[in-house]
């Protein structure tokens, strides 16, 4: 999918919020809710005004804790009866069906956190409906304002990436016969295992720090769901739009203790490594460690603050460039429903739209 970052349009600008507060609804109350965006919100003055969750003991301690007014277990009903200025949709991406639209129709702003949704059809609805909207938007990629990651990218500006690898090494999943209970995170038709959770964001960071797009997409999962909660690996294989590739791996298996890099960058001439949220190493040496940053916070300040003043500045991605690192993911999902086939994004993409 050949995608110009410069698409992303920082030109417009939107009615700001002065003389006020900025109204803040929230629409899913799990942990990413409880741990992250709410008390951002609440250091950043963001009067939370609603929130939103079908579990009604979860709804109850987050709107305790947070001194939140007004509760929901129904997302439309919360769009058409409050009124706030942005809506952070924090609920799994297979819960998303048309609150996200509904609120946008309102000329409300949306926070979403990744993925999106579970299938593009889904996700390119509430994408025209922003657009048509001409709302604020962004999705939860908040690595692309760590600083390891914008000097990765800086480093690989002016470098031909000829293939990408990432890796996520950890130990086997739950068995399921051991689970007290059988959430949607353990269900793999629903939370799309470590794959989606991640992938999108590997996706994300790889697009990000070499400008590039995926292409072509195939996966293969090895699955035991009558055994396990998550596939024990997938891997995924990606033809990017200078040529490159990119393999993506996810194997729940015992770690061999030895740290790996989650991405490997091999450019013509030498490779870039990230280690986790640490440190990145040129040709074999570190030339850059990151110190404490929060990347959670640092993106819900810039999306409260462009809110604020209705200028998009310093988003550094919207909710149409973010389908871009949902597309290949999701067809890699279809590919391994069918036996490992290879799928054009672009046609995949277009097909779901339908």
């Known amino acids: ?15 700001g919020v002065s003389g006020r507060a900025v109204r803040a609804a929230v629409y899913g109350t799990g942990s990413w809710a409880n741990q992250t965006h709410i008390p951002n919100l609440k250091k950043l003055g963001v009067d939370v005004v609603a929130a939103c969750d079908v579990d009604a003991a979860a709804l109850r301690r987050t709107a305790d804790r947070f001194g939140i007014p007004a509760v929901y277990s129904d997302g439309r009903e919360m769009v058409e009866t409050e009124r706030f200025d942005v809506l952070f949709s924090i609920v799994p991406a297979f819960a998303r069906t048309d609150v996200e639209i509904r609120a946008v129709d309102r000329g409300i702003h949306l ?31 908040r690595e692309r304002y760590r600083p390891l990651f914008r000097e990765a990218r800086r480093i690989l500006s002016k470098k031909r990436v000829v293939h990408v690898g990432f890796q996520s090494v950890g130990g086997p999943p739950p068995l399921k016969a051991r689970m007290e209970q059988d959430s949607w ?14 992938g999108v964001h590997a996706v994300d960071y790889t697009r990000f720090t070499t400008g590039l797009e995926v292409e072509k997409a195939q996966a293969f999962y090895c699955e035991r769901s009558d055994v396990f909660s998550d596939p024990l690996s997938s891997s995924f294989h990606f033809l990017l739009d200078n040529g490159a590739t990119m393999t993506m791996t ?24 990230i280690y986790s949220y640490d440190r990145i190493d ?35 991605n919207d909710y149409h460039d973010g389908l871009y690192s949902l597309a290949p993911i999701l067809a890699g999902w279809d590919s391994a429903r069918q036996g490992g086939r290879c799928i054009e994004v672009n046609a995949y993409y277009s097909q779901e739209g339908r």
């Not at 999918?1 to 009615?15: G, H, T, V």
């Not at 995170?185 to 991640?198: I, R």
């Not at 450019?267 to 490594?273: I, T, Y």
Request: charged share 25%.
């Open 185 to 198: 995170w353990n269900q793999a038709d629903k939370s799309g295992g470590p794959a989606l959770d991640w």
């Open 1 to 15: 999918m050949k995608r110009n970052p410069k698409e992303i349009d920082l030109s417009l600008a939107s009615a």
């Open 250 to 273: 996810f194997v729940r298996a015992d770690p061999s203790g030895t740290p790996q890099p989650w991405f490997t960058f091999f450019f013509e001439g030498g490779r870039l490594e």
């Open 282 to 316: 040129l040709n074999g040496e570190t030339v850059y460690r990151c110190g404490d940053f929060d990347p959670w916070f640092e993106q819900d300040r810039i999306f409260v603050e462009a809110v604020r003043s209705g200028h998009r500045g310093g988003i550094l």
């Open 111 to 141: 926070f979403s956190e990744k993925p999106q949704a579970h299938r593009m059809a889904v996700a390119l609805k509430i994408d025209r409906a922003v657009r048509k909207a001409g709302v604020l938007s962004t999705v939860c990629f």
